[in-house]
C-alpha cells in the first residue's frame, strides 16, 4: 500500500480556488502572444473566436481533428510536435481510427506544420495517446496506446524514420493500464510510466520494460481525488518534486498533484485548469474559452515547464459530429514554471528533509 499524503476536504477547496485566492497551477499560465492576427475567420463556435490560427497545430481548412501533442526541440532548435489526426468528417468519434503525425515548427507557439503520418507503412499510421521524449542514449521514442497495445517507436532523428521497438511489457495484467502512457525518464535513469488508471509503474531495464507498479492507483486514496473519472495525466521532475496533471472528463477539470519521490507522498496541490476560467488568453486581453481540454503536455527547459500543450474542442464531443464547422486543435500556452518550482520550494525542501 502506498504512502499517500491526504489533504483534507477544507484545504482541497482552497486548493481549487472555491475558499480563497491561494495560487495553483492555472495561475502560472501567461498570455499568449499571437503568432498571426486574432481572426474570426475560422472553423469554430463563437467561444473560440477571436483566435490566433497559428498556435499550435491546427488545420485551417479544418479537413483534420487533431488531438494529443507533445513538443520536443530538436538539436537544429526547430521544435517537434507529435499528435494524433483523423478525418473531420468522422466527427469526434473519428479518434478510434486516429493516426499518428509529426509537425514541426521554427517557433514554439506555432505554427506547426503537418509534415504527415510516423510510420505509414506500419497499419497506415495507426496510433493515438501519442507522446514522446528523449532517450538517454540520445534517440527519441514515441510512445502510442489506448487503440493499439502501448508501443514504442524509436529514431535517431525527430524527422524520423521510426522504427518500431517494440510493446511495453508490464508486470501483470496489462490492458487496464495500456491507456492514456505518461512517460518520463527519472533522475535516478529508471523509466517512469503513469497510464491512465494512476499506477506508479517503474522500469529499470529500459523503456520497453518490464515495468512493476508500485502499488495500487493513486488517486483513491488522495481526498478531493475520489470518484472524478480522471484520465490523461501527464509527469514530470521540476523543482525537486515529482509532478502529476490529471484531467477529469466529467467535470471538464484538471488537478495537479506533487510527490517527493514520484512514488509516495502524492499531494493534491489544487485546480490545474479549468474551461470556464479565463485562462486560455491572448496578451490583448482576448479570452478564448474551450468546451473540452484534455490530453495536457508539458514543455521543459533548464529545468522548468515553459508550456503547456493541450488537446481542445470548441463544443461537447458529441455536438462534433463531421462535416461541421466545429473540431479540434492542439493549442500552446506559454507557463511560468520558473515560478511555480519557486512557490513549491518549500514544499521540495521538506521532502528533502523528510528522506534523510
Request: overall charge negative; charged content about 20%.
Amino acid at each position: 500500500m502506498l504512502s499517500l499524503l491526504v489533504a483534507s476536504g477544507a484545504a482541497f477547496a482552497q486548493e481549487t480556488g472555491s475558499v480563497s485566492a491561494r495560487k495553483t497551477f492555472i495561475d502560472y499560465f501567461q498570455p499568449i502572444p499571437p503568432r498571426a492576427a486574432l481572426t474570426k475567420e475560422a472553423w469554430g463556435a463563437d467561444n473560440v473566436l477571436p483566435r490566433d490560427t497559428h498556435n499550435g497545430l491546427e488545420d485551417l481548412k479544418n479537413r483534420y481533428c487533431y488531438w494529443d501533442g507533445q513538443i520536443l526541440q530538436g538539436p537544429d532548435g526547430r521544435y517537434h510536435l507529435f499528435a494524433s489526426r483523423w478525418d473531420e468528417s468522422k466527427g469526434h468519434n473519428g479518434w478510434m481510427g486516429s493516426v499518428a503525425v509529426h509537425a514541426v515548427s521554427d517557433n514554439l507557439l506555432g505554427p506547426y506544420l503537418d509534415r504527415g503520418l510516423c510510420w505509414p507503412d506500419d497499419e497506415g499510421g495507426k496510433g493515438h495517446n501519442v507522446t514522446a521524449l528523449k532517450l538517454p542514449d540520445g534517440r527519441y521514442a514515441i510512445i502510442i496506446s489506448e487503440t493499439r497495445p502501448g508501443t514504442v517507436y524509436v529514431s535517431k532523428s525527430l524527422d524520423g524514420p521510426w522504427e518500431k521497438l517494440g510493446p511495453i511489457v508490464t508486470q501483470g495484467e496489462t490492458r487496464a493500464r495500456a491507456s492514456n502512457y505518461s512517460v518520463m525518464v527519472r533522475p535516478d535513469g529508471d523509466f517512469m510510466i503513469v497510464p491512465r488508471a494512476g499506477q506508479i509503474l517503474l522500469s529499470k531495464s529500459g523503456i520497453l520494460g518490464p515495468y512493476v507498479a508500485q502499488g495500487p492507483s493513486i488517486y483513491p486514496e488522495i481526498a478531493g481525488l475520489e470518484q472524478r473519472n480522471l484520465e490523461d495525466p501527464v509527469v514530470w521532475f521540476s523543482g525537486g518534486l515529482y509532478h502529476i496533471v490529471v484531467n477529469s472528463w466529467s467535470q471538464r477539470k484538471a488537478f495537479h498533484l506533487t510527490s517527493p519521490d514520484g512514488i509516495t507522498g502524492w499531494t493534491l496541490r489544487g485546480l490545474a485548469y479549468d474551461p470556464t476560467r479565463d485562462f486560455v488568453r491572448y496578451t490583448d486581453g482576448t479570452v478564448n474559452r474551450w468546451d473540452k481540454l484534455e490530453r495536457p503536455g508539458v514543455v521543459l527547459a533548464d529545468g522548468h515547464v515553459v508550456a503547456v500543450t493541450l488537446a481542445v474542442l470548441d463544443v461537447p464531443k458529441e455536438q462534433e459530429k463531421g462535416g461541421d464547422n466545429h473540431g479540434s486543435k492542439v493549442i500552446v500556452i506559454p507557463f511560468d514554471g520558473a515560478a511555480l518550482d519557486h512557490d513549491l520550494k518549500p514544499a521540495a525542501a521538506a521532502a528533502s528533509a523528510g528522506s534523510k
